[in-house]
C-alpha cells in the first residue's frame, strides 16, 4: 500500500516538475536568462558561425580544445531569445593569431547593414610602447608624456588631428573658425544606392537638403526611405518619411524621379550627421543643399545609371584616406580607377581591390563607370570646397600613426582576460539598439584585416546572459494564469 502511494506520487510529481522547470525557462521570474554554448555543440538559442566561406567546420585544435577557426571577416551567427529582455551580455572564449583588432557587433540598421560593435580585443593598444593611462575603462596613450591624468587630457586636449579615438567620442566640439553662412545652392549629380550617411556643418542658417531619387523595383518588397538629422550628442532634431511608390515587385520598373526633402531652422552651430534610410533598390540620383561643407562617412555605393543616364556619368570624388577598396558586383562594373596618382585595375566582379594612398592630403578619386562599392578609412565630399574633417583619427588595424602624426590615442577599452590558452572578452548590448529581426538578433564577429594579414581567430565558447526585470509574484500569477 505505502509503496503503491509512493508510485503514485512519484507519477503525479514527474509532471508538475517538468511543467514548473519548462514554466520557469518560459518565463524567467528572476529575469535573468544565462545560455552556455561551445561550437562543438548544439544550442536551441545560439546558432552556428556562419559563412562556410569564412568560418571551418569545427575541429579540435593542437591543445585538443573544439573550435571553430574563423579565417574571414566577418564572420556571424543569430541568436534566438524566448522572450524579451533588456540587455544581453556576451562572453567570447577565442585564441587570436595575428588580428590586430577583433570585435562583436549586434545588428542595429538593417538597411544600412550597420552594427553596434564593441571591442573585444585591440593589440594595437595592448602592444603599444606609449605612456599609459587607464582609468575606469579608458585608456590614454601618449607617445611622449605631455599628461598626467586623462583628465588632465580632456580639461586641455591637443590638436584634434594629433588624437586618434577608438570607440571614444571627444567632449569638445568641432568648430570652423570664420565660418560665414551662404545662400548659394549646390548640387551634387551623382547615384548613390540605398543607405548613406554624411556630416555637414550648421551657423546661422538653415538645414536644407533636397534628394531626387528613384525606386528601381529590382527587388521584391516595400521601399520607404526616412531622413534623419542628429545632433552632435546624436540626438534626432529632423526626420522626414516616405512611403513606397506603390510597386513592390522586382520587375525592374523605376519610378519617376521624386524629390524628399529635409530641413530644420534654428539650429545651434555644430556638425550635423544626416541618415539617408533606404534599401539598395533605391537610387538617390542628386542632392541640392545651401549648405557649404558636406562629407560622407567611411562608405560609398555609387549605383548603376541603367534607366537614368547612358552612358553612365561616372563619378568623383575627395577623401583623406589612406586605405580604400573597390568592389563592382557587375561584368559592367569592371573598370580602371584613378586615386590621385594611382592607377587601379578593377579587374573582375565581386573581386576586392585595396589600394593605399601614398598621397598625402586631400586627393581626388575618378570612378569612370559607376556601379562601385567603395570602402574608405576617411570622409568623402563630392567636390574639393565642400570637404572638411570635423573628426578625430579612427584608430584601425592599419592605421599609420607616424605617418599620420598622431601623439595621442583615446579608448573606451578593457582588454581580454587571459585564462590559460584563450583569450575571454565581454560585451554588453542594449536590446533598444539592436535589431530583433524575425525573432532573432543577428551578430557579427568582426576582425578587419584577416585575411590580407592571414590571420586566424579560433573561438571555443560563446555565453550569453539576457536580463531584464524580475517578475513580480502579480506578473507571475497572470503569466500562468495565460498559460493554462
Not at 524567467?28 to 545560455?35: L, N
Not at 581591390?353 to 556601379?371: A, H, L
Not at 607616424?402 to 582588454?415: F, G, H, K, S
Not at 502579480?474 to 493554462?484: E, F, P, S
Request: hydrophobic share 40%.
Amino acid at each position: 500500500m505505502i509503496l503503491t502511494r509512493v508510485i503514485q506520487g512519484i507519477i503525479i510529481a514527474i509532471p508538475i516538475a517538468v511543467f514548473t522547470w519548462l514554466l520557469h525557462q518560459e518565463l524567467v521570474p528572476s529575469g535573468t536568462f544565462v545560455v552556455r554554448h561551445t561550437v562543438d555543440e548544439t544550442s536551441p538559442f545560439i546558432d552556428r558561425l556562419l559563412p562556410d566561406a569564412r568560418v571551418k567546420p569545427v575541429a579540435d585544435d593542437l591543445a585538443g580544445d573544439a573550435v571553430q577557426s574563423v579565417v574571414g571577416d566577418p564572420a556571424f551567427f543569430f541568436v534566438h531569445p524566448h522572450r524579451p529582455f533588456d540587455t544581453v551580455e556576451v562572453e567570447v572564449w577565442f585564441k587570436n593569431y595575428g588580428v590586430p583588432i577583433v570585435e562583436l557587433g549586434g545588428l542595429a540598421n538593417i538597411e544600412a547593414d550597420a552594427y553596434d560593435l564593441k571591442p573585444l580585443e585591440n593589440t594595437v593598444i595592448d602592444q603599444s610602447d606609449w605612456y599609459r593611462i587607464e582609468d575606469q575603462g579608458v585608456v590614454l596613450l601618449q607617445r611622449e608624456k605631455t599628461y598626467d591624468s586623462i583628465a588632465d587630457f580632456l580639461v586641455d586636449p591637443p590638436r584634434r588631428d594629433q588624437i586618434a579615438t577608438y570607440h571614444y567620442t571627444l567632449a569638445r566640439p568641432y568648430r570652423i573658425a570664420g565660418y560665414v553662412p551662404s545662400t548659394a545652392s549646390r548640387s551634387i549629380e551623382v547615384s548613390l544606392r540605398g543607405f548613406h550617411e554624411f556630416k555637414t556643418y550648421i551657423k546661422d542658417e538653415t538645414l536644407q537638403f533636397d534628394f531626387s531619387y528613384m525606386d528601381m523595383n529590382r527587388d521584391e518588397g516595400a521601399d520607404p526611405i526616412t531622413l534623419v538629422v542628429t545632433n552632435e550628442d546624436g540626438t534626432s532634431v529632423a526626420q522626414t518619411y516616405q512611403a513606397d511608390d506603390g510597386d513592390v515587385s522586382d520587375e525592374a520598373r523605376p519610378s519617376a524621379l521624386t524629390t524628399l526633402s529635409v530641413s530644420a531652422a534654428g539650429l545651434p552651430e555644430g556638425v550635423y550627421k544626416v541618415e539617408m534610410r533606404a534599401g539598395r533598390d533605391v537610387f538617390f540620383r542628386s542632392i541640392s543643399t545651401t549648405q557649404q561643407k558636406m562629407v560622407f562617412l567611411n562608405n560609398l555605393y555609387i549605383g548603376d545609371e541603367v534607366a537614368w543616364h547612358e552612358p553612365a556619368w561616372g563619378a568623383r570624388f575627395w577623401t583623406q584616406a589612406k586605405h580604400l577598396a573597390f568592389t563592382t558586383q557587375h561584368a559592367e562594373g569592371v573598370q580602371e580607377i584613378a586615386v590621385g596618382n594611382t592607377r587601379v585595375n578593377v579587374a573582375a566582379p565581386y573581386a576586392r581591390t585595396p589600394v593605399e594612398v601614398g598621397e598625402d592630403g586631400v586627393v581626388r578619386v575618378d570612378i569612370p563607370k559607376s556601379d562601385m562599392i567603395v570602402n574608405t578609412d576617411g570622409h568623402v565630399a563630392f567636390a574639393p570646397e565642400q570637404y572638411f574633417n570635423p573628426d578625430p583619427v579612427r584608430l584601425l588595424y592599419n592605421t599609420d600613426l607616424d605617418r599620420l602624426d598622431v601623439d595621442y590615442i583615446i579608448a573606451r577599452y578593457t582588454p581580454p582576460e587571459r585564462v590559460g590558452d584563450w583569450y575571454v572578452a565581454r560585451a554588453t548590448f542594449d536590446t533598444r539598439t539592436i535589431l530583433l529581426n524575425e525573432k532573432a538578433w543577428k551578430f557579427v564577429l568582426s576582425a578587419p584585416g584577416i585575411e590580407e594579414l592571414g590571420g586566424r581567430i579560433d573561438v571555443g565558447n560563446i555565453n550569453m546572459t539576457w536580463k531584464r526585470a524580475p517578475l513580480t509574484w502579480d506578473d507571475l500569477w497572470r503569466a500562468i494564469k495565460q498559460r493554462l
